[in-house]
């Protein structure tokens, strides 16, 4: 029998995250006027304690006890060896993968929604709110509050909350309060519902409505949560590439090459910033981030001063952007349709440091179809795009003879998905493209923004 898993016991679970902050220069985050903003200015929004975390350069933060306890409901996660896919290829590649799919939600979102309820309890804090489009942050975030005995008010897509129920079970089996957005209950959804009473909703709104909800209690005691791009969320995540590292260490390889789908970037970022602390120290690995080519962020867009959010209560951050207005085709990866890309992941193309990728949806179902008959697992959507890009190396790999090995990340299942893949089957999924015009009339939001330096780390 071949051995397809390795394990970490739980007490070799790593005790500190790995801050990427430390080892790269980065753009400050500037307020309306074009002057960079003061952590001070984020306190009505996040906990003191996780604005400290977003703007520390310390290269190494302990992970509270409290924190790791809860971690333990499903860490460590597996590394295993994709031994069938492998055979099915004819590769010789191996080809390994860190199953995230296993925690409760079904993906890697709560490594950070576990830690952020836990500051944001320790900081007084009685009541989160987060926006959600398909679910996946909503429901993370619903699990880790019930964790440490926090109210958690989750505005969720009106469209989505109509065609995709079973999200919004799980927020509510939780006891996370999953409210339609654009709702009554925010001066900010009022005013759409009034000009608009038959909206779907969007993300912008819904995050207008999170905000609102947690800045307007007079108690003081609500916090807003977010899910991806900053980093504080990148911070949290990197406990997969540092289990992943112990990992292979136990078992005496490397990987040659890195690759995770990106949306915002916190899996992506989760699984390879600790390898690339080696390669920024001269270890030669190639890494690359996927998107979806219907939403090329990091691939087509530029590397500027944009808004966070729709609506443009966030700093301006330097990242690679479509535009904070832009909207993507409605591709069925929800978590891939961001239109920026975390700053830190950023920097680091800018730097050459890591090398982004494009799949279009059909190819991503493709690869996620061949890895559901072989490995087994169900992928969601969002992980396809990265196994589209595995079984394109792995094919590369066949060509050469080369034995490389490749790690990539099973970022969640895909089990609460199964209606984009009935579309698959039936023929009713088709790919995207943008033009340059699309993506120049996006673009035009921030043209007379600040710009973002080059700046080199090394
Ligand atoms: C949300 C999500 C993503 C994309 O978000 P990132 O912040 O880029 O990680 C990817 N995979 C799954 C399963 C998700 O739920």
């Keep these: 029998m071949e051995t397809r898993k390795v394990l970490l016991s739980e007490d070799e679970m790593p005790r500190q995250w790995y801050n990427i902050l430390a080892d790269i220069k980065m753009n400050p985050p500037l307020g309306p006027d074009g002057n960079p903003v003061g952590p001070e200015a984020l306190a009505p929004v996040f906990p003191m304690n996780l604005i400290e975390q977003e703007v520390s350069t310390d290269r190494w933060i302990d992970i509270p006890e409290e924190v790791l306890s809860v971690y333990t409901i499903w860490r460590p996660s597996p590394l295993v060896r994709a031994c069938s896919l492998e055979r099915a290829l004819e590769t010789p590649a191996k080809i390994y993968y860190k199953n995230e799919s296993l925690s409760p939600p079904g993906s890697h979102k709560p490594n950070t929604a576990v830690p952020q309820a836990y500051y944001n309890k320790a900081f007084g804090i009685e009541r989160i709110t987060t926006e959600t489009g398909a679910g996946q942050w909503g429901s993370a975030l619903a699990f880790a509050c019930s964790q440490f005995g926090i109210e958690c008010k989750i505005f969720m897509v009106r469209i989505s909350y109509d065609q995709k129920p079973y999200r919004k079970s799980m927020m509510q089996a939780w006891g996370g309060k999953c409210i339609a957005s654009p709702s009554t209950e925010t001066k900010a959804g009022r005013d759409i519902l009034e000009k608009y009473p038959d909206t779907p909703g969007s993300l912008g709104i819904s995050i207008s409505e999170a905000i609102e909800a947690a800045v307007s209690d007079e108690s003081g ?129 800018t730097e050459g440091i890591l090398e982004p990728k494009a799949v279009t949806q059909l190819a991503a179902f493709e690869a996620g179809v061949t890895v559901t008959r072989t490995e087994g697992i169900i992928p969601a959507p969002e992980t396809n795009h990265a196994l589209a890009i595995v079984i394109e190396e792995a094919n590369k790999a066949k060509e050469t003879g080369e034995e490389k090995v490749i790690f990539f990340n099973m970022s969640g299942h895909g089990l609460i998905d199964l209606v984009s893949y009935d579309k698959y089957f039936s023929g009713d999924l088709r790919n995207y493209d943008l033009s340059d015009e699309e993506l120049i009339e996006a673009e035009k939001v921030f043209e007379n923004y600040p710009k973002p330096q080059l700046l080199k780390s090394r």
């Design 221 to 349: 005691k609500t916090r807003y949560s977010l899910g991806s791009v900053l980093n504080h969320v990148m911070l949290h995540q990197t406990i997969i590439g540092l289990e992943a590292k112990k990992q292979f260490k136990k078992i005496g390889e490397y990987p040659d090459i890195i690759i995770g789908c990106a949306g915002g970037g916190s899996n992506f970022s989760g699984m390879a910033f600790p390898f690339v602390y080696d390669k920024i120290n001269g270890k030669e690995i190639e890494i690359y981030p996927v998107e979806p080519v219907a939403c090329p962020t990091m691939t087509r867009a530029p590397f500027v001063y944009d808004y966070g959010d729709t609506a443009a209560y966030t700093p301006l951050l330097p990242m690679y952007s479509l535009g904070h207005s832009f909207v993507p085709p409605p591709v069925h990866a929800g978590g891939l349709r961001y239109h920026g890309m975390a700053p830190t992941i950023s920097q680091l193309i």
